[in-house]
């Protein structure tokens, strides 16, 4: 069959990527991961790495760790069903959240030291 246009290099890059992607559980969440969490939340954490269905994401602040951590059973819900897991054997069971950038001394006092007064 010949073609009579040609094909946008995109469609034909999308083919091969997907069969270049490995079939682990990490790969398909980091591949969903923006559609589920949202474009605003996936700036800001993403996920890093998965072991036996717990997937733990890093989070740019403690903070955001501390509010997607109170978002948790929605986002394994939603994530599940991003991955088509069968409901009696999900893929990600459990969602951990750590903070990847520790705050600087002086957010962390609250306080100015005598010296710099």
Known sequence: ??????????AALEAVAADLAPATTIARVQGVWAAVAGEVVAAEAQPESERAGVVTIACSSAVWAGELDLLRADLIERLNLALEAPRDAPAVRELRFRATASPSPRRRSGRRSAKAL
């Open 1 to 10: 069959m010949r073609r009579r246009a040609p094909r946008p290099l995109a």
